[in-house]
């Protein structure tokens, strides 16, 4: 497939039924796609007639052997220890305390992507007893819960996506924690009632409109991540003419990216 009719031919093998696509570059570095169908439910001369219409070449069918799919997600899926709480999906034992139980459903945020791992690390290294915690784009509230277990007072999680809210408080319910959850952005936040710990993990274009408002709700600790290493330049840029100043920075590679996590302190508070 040469990447303009891409995206098309996605969308065709889509309205044919297609259970789902793969993009893998061939030999020659052309974009290869596969998609999958159940056995028997579309003709091969309609899928040869809809990569024709794309501008695509048609390879042909193979059966995929039968396997138990939701088992072999599930054991791709284990216990983690990260900066010393243990995350874990239900069906795994426990592993240690201190740990929370998250299982991945449709909020983000179970551990699996660095963004998450990085932003806990840095979390739980500045936390201290009796915090108040704001996580920004809680998602599955994995950020927010791990501060509630290692003694944060209180933590609450935001998020503009209801479903994200929604799973999160369902995720503290089933740990037992007293997450205060909000449907909505950061500007919904009075900062006369501020956090000694913000920590968002969010894209750098979405946490853009919503660093100065972070600026004005942290005490202590601004923890952000969710930002490429490439696009260190316009994170520097975002509370240059503040008084926050990076102290701490991690980075993690996944799958060909790397990404970044850093804290900032308020100069006053330094001294
Ligand atoms: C990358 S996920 C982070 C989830 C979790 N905190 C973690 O670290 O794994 C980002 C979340 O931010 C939410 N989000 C994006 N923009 C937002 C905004 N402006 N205000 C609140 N939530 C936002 C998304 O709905 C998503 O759930």
Redesign the pocket.
């Known amino acids: 497939v040469l990447a303009p009719a891409l995206e098309l031919l996605v969308a065709e093998l889509d309205s044919l039924g297609s259970l789902g696509m793969e993009e893998r570059a061939d030999a020659t570095g052309a974009v290869l796609l596969l998609a999958y169908f159940p056995a028997g439910s579309v003709d091969a001369g309609v899928l040869t007639a809809a990569a024709a219409r794309c501008g695509a070449r048609w390879l042909g069918c193979e059966p995929v052997p039968p396997a138990d799919w939701d088992r072999s997600w599930r054991e791709g899926l284990g216990a983690r220890c990260i900066g010393g709480l243990w995350i874990r999906p239900s069906w795994c034992a426990s592993q240690g305390l201190p740990e929370l139980v998250l299982d991945p459903r449709q ?3 179970t551990g699996e ?1 660095a ?2 791992r990085l ?1 806990l690390r840095l979390l739980l290294e500045q936390l201290r007893p009796g915090d108040r915690v704001l ?6 509230a ?2 927010a819960l791990a501060a509630l277990r290692r003694g944060a007072v209180p933590a609450v999680g ?4 209801p479903l ?1 809210a929604r799973e999160a408080a369902e995720n503290a319910r089933l740990n037992a924690l007293p997450l205060q959850v909000v449907c ?3 500007d919904a936040l009075d900062p006369a009632h501020g956090f000694e710990v913000v920590v968002a ?3 750098l274009a ?1 946490l853009e ?2 660093a100065a408002q972070l600026g004005r709700l942290a005490r202590r600790a601004l923890i952000l ?2 930002s490429l290493e490439a696009q260190r330049p316009r994170l520097d840029a975002l509370y240059a003419a503040t008084p926050w100043r990076p102290v701490r920075e991690l980075t993690e590679e996944q799958s060909g990216d790397r990404w970044l996590a850093r804290v900032l302190h308020a100069r006053s508070r330094q001294s």
């Open positions: 909020a983000f945020g992507h963004t998450t932003a996580d920004v784009g809680t998602g599955s994995i950020l935001v998020d503009c996506d994200a909505g952005t950061p993990n969010l894209l979405q409109p919503h991540s969710g």
